[in-house]
């Protein structure tokens, strides 16, 4: 039974970091008005480009800068579309998520089914062979603990410094922004290539480091669960960590359910990060106080020539 | 919910035939009758059409590689066309250009073909079709699979052969009858090796994600499996085997360069096997459509295994050929009863030997298999 316990928690990490990286660069981006439905498609392009650049002479590292770089290039076009041109955002980021998609099985069909030399686990030396803590939180690959430092740093980023106010106050009322002096436009663009860098650390994560191979369509719905994520988070980077070991743990434990013969109800794990992120946005409105955390003017193109 | 989910599940779907039941099951009470044989006019010119990229680590390169054996057999060029959805106009357009274009031998490779392949075939009655895991079948057009399970039971066995545990494992996608007989039957041949052997299977629910299949595949490992069979296409399964030191077996193409120390073996499709003699025989006349598609069985080698790697003892190799030779004479089946199912009842006597019938709508694990069929699927 321990060991079992500890097997799962042990594999939640892998499951719950992608989800989280992306999370972290989703919630900048809302926080600064934006709404970044692409987030499936800016994974998708990380995850091809990080295998395609260590296969072609990279390796893994270089790979993982790939990952970063495709997914930010993705934001920035998603961005100009939003910011600068002031497209629908929705309807841009399902586009973004399509463009992802297509350029990702388009660019990669070399790299489609080849393994990669991914990056080792990091076992902490005297901590690592501790009984039951070892396993699960010393014995994790590096970017475990780099998602949980990037929510921290986010955090502090968005609440305690001089640049995440800006980048708050862009997202709850840009017009009032705009009278302090702060450059919207830039804020917003900004905000949004760190999405899609985020988004494209999350991809590369999952085909270099968690499954070292990558094939078509392997983001397999986690940018949703991001975006999800990002609502069940209420907008902060630190319950963003909890919340992906929430969707981590489930999704980790239905394998291992099965492995030990339990009837598991398959289809209903699956369906449990959207039924908790619904009941996070309903739970507020029932409660009639709080409101949802929302940024005000989340998803609202900015023109200045409205201001009121 | 994403669009990426249901394209790949789609995508995939060609892969299972999953109504290949239904579909026997409605032909039969059709009654579709046997046809005269079809005539081909004019010189023969051939067309694959895939359902997704052909590179795809699994059911369609494989079948591509097929599609390259069958212009060396036949000494003609083929034509391609991937990524064709599986609905009918798109389907439709791409079988209406190729037919404008003189082509009257179309090869589909999907099951989710099968609806729009049978229309094309009632629209252009003098051009033959095939199709891969289809459920539909005309006096023009054949749907074919092959008895996977033949495959999956001989590596079963030898899973069993070199399980220390009595554990091994089956990583699968989801619980339709094509792939449950390779569970059953993979169970049953580790069992002849070893008796007693348990399978642990698990369906992801998925057929492509990778991520899922590397870390399903290590709970099997950690529960004790020391063989990994996939019944997928992804090399993390394989990989997971591979870096615990354990077993592991491929599917659809050779997965050797995965696991190249662990590995047992790959169950393979070689689709020329069936593809060559078939558009020989329409080319030079005489061929007519089975009634029920074609469904054709190891002794054909369409579903093979690669060699044994010596991982798998002589001795046990020697039995597996045995076994094999007896499958191909016919005078043994991976489901010759007694076969009993998970919960205890007897699905099939002693003495008797499950039908196709029986097979096609196979819904329950047997005995010895570790994991739960979801119930939808009952």
């Known amino acids: 039974m321990i060991d079992f316990l500890v097997t799962w928690l042990a594999s939640t990490p892998t499951f719950a970091t992608p989800i989280l990286l992306a999370c972290i660069g989703l919630i900048v981006c809302e926080r600064a008005g934006v709404l970044n439905l692409g987030a499936e498609g800016m994974m998708a392009v990380g995850a091809m480009a990080a295998v395609a650049v260590t296969l072609t002479g990279g390796n893994p590292w270089t790979g993982i800068l790939a990952g970063i770089g495709a997914g930010a290039l993705l934001g920035l076009v998603f961005g100009l579309a939003v910011v600068v041109l002031r497209a629908d955002q929705i309807l841009a980021g399902l586009a973004a998520v399509a463009i992802g998609l297509g350029a990702a099985g388009l660019i990669g069909k070399p790299y489609v089914h080849t393994t990669v030399t991914g990056i080792a686990r990091l076992d902490i030396p005297g901590l690592s062979d501790l009984p039951v803590v070892g396993p699960i939180l010393f014995a994790q690959d590096p970017f475990v603990y780099i998602a949980v430092a990037l929510a921290l740093l986010g955090w502090f980023y968005l609440m305690r410094t001089r640049a995440g106010l800006r980048l708050r106050a862009t997202g709850e009322d840009p017009g009032a922004a705009d009278v302090a002096g702060v450059d919207v436009q830039l804020t917003q663009l900004a905000a949004v290539i760190v999405s899609g860098a985020a988004c494209g650390l999350a991809g590369a994560y999952l085909s270099v480091v968690a499954s070292q191979v990558w094939v078509e369509g392997m983001v397999a719905g986690r940018g949703w669960i991001a975006i999800g994520l990002v609502i069940f988070a209420r907008w902060s980077p630190p319950r963003a960590i909890l919340g992906a070991l929430i969707f981590g743990g489930a999704d980790a434990l239905t394998p291992r359910l099965q492995a030990v013969g339990a009837d598991v109800p398959a289809y209903l794990m699956m369906m449990l990060p959207y039924l908790l992120t619904i009941a996070v946005l309903a739970v507020p409105a029932l409660l009639r106080r709080g409101g949802n955390a929302e940024p005000a003017s989340l998803g609202l193109p900015f023109l200045r020539q409205d201001r009121r | ?378």
Not at chain 2, 60 to 88: F, H, Q, Y
Not at chain 2, 235 to 260: C, F, R, V
Not at chain 2, 262 to 284: C, D, H, M, Q
Request: net charge negative.
């Open chain 2, 1 to 378: 919910m994403s669009m990426s989910v249901f394209t790949a599940a789609r995508a995939r779907l060609r892969g299972t035939a999953l109504a290949l039941a239904l579909g026997l099951g409605l032909a039969v009470l059709a009654g579709a009758q046997p046809a005269d044989a079809f005539d081909l006019k004019g010189p023969p010119k051939i067309a694959f059409i895939y359902a997704a990229a052909i590179k795809d680590g699994g059911w369609n390169e494989a079948m591509d590689a097929a599609r390259v054996k069958v212009e060396e057999a036949l000494g003609v060029k083929i034509a391609t066309s991937e990524s064709i959805p599986e609905e009918a106009t798109a389907f439709k357009a791409a079988v209406d250009l190729y037919v404008k274009r003189g082509y009257n031998i179309i090869v589909g490779t999907s099951y989710g073909y099968s609806d729009p392949i049978l229309e094309a075939a009632k629209a252009y009655p003098d051009v033959a079709f095939l199709n891969a895991s289809g459920t539909t079948n005309a006096a023009n057009l054949e749907s074919f699979y092959a008895r996977t399970y033949e495959a999956w039971y001989l590596a079963g066995m030898a899973a069993g052969s070199v399980s220390g545990s009595g554990k091994v494992g089956m990583l699968a996608g989801f619980p339709v009858s094509v792939v449950n007989w390779d569970i059953n039957a993979f169970t049953r041949g580790a069992q002849a090796m070893k008796p007693g052997a348990e399978a642990i299977a698990i369906f992801t629910n998925s057929w492509w994600d990778p991520v899922k299949e590397g870390q399903t595949s290590e709970a099997m490992l950690d529960q004790g499996a020391d063989v990994i069979a996939t019944n997928l296409s992804a090399a993390s399964a394989l990989n997971a085997a591979e870096k615990k030191g354990k077993y592991a077996i491929g599917y659809q193409i050779d997965m050797t360069a995965y696991a190249p120390k662990g590995i047992l073996t790959s169950v393979v499709f070689r689709w020329e096997n069936y593809l060559t003699p078939t558009i020989k025989k329409i080319i030079a006349g005489g061929w007519t459509p089975e009634e029920y598609g074609a469904f054709v069985g190891i002794s054909t080698k369409t579903v093979d295994l690669l060699p044994f790697t010596a991982n798998v003892p002589a001795e046990a190799q020697a039995k597996i050929a045995e076994t094999r030779a007896a499958i191909e004479a016919g005078t043994f089946s991976p489901f010759a009863g007694p076969v009993v199912k998970q919960d205890g009842t007897e699905a099939v006597p002693a003495g008797a030997v499950m039908d196709d019938e029986k097979l096609w709508a196979l819904d329950y694990f047997v005995k010895g298999v570790i994991g739960t069929m979801p119930a939808a699927s009952k």
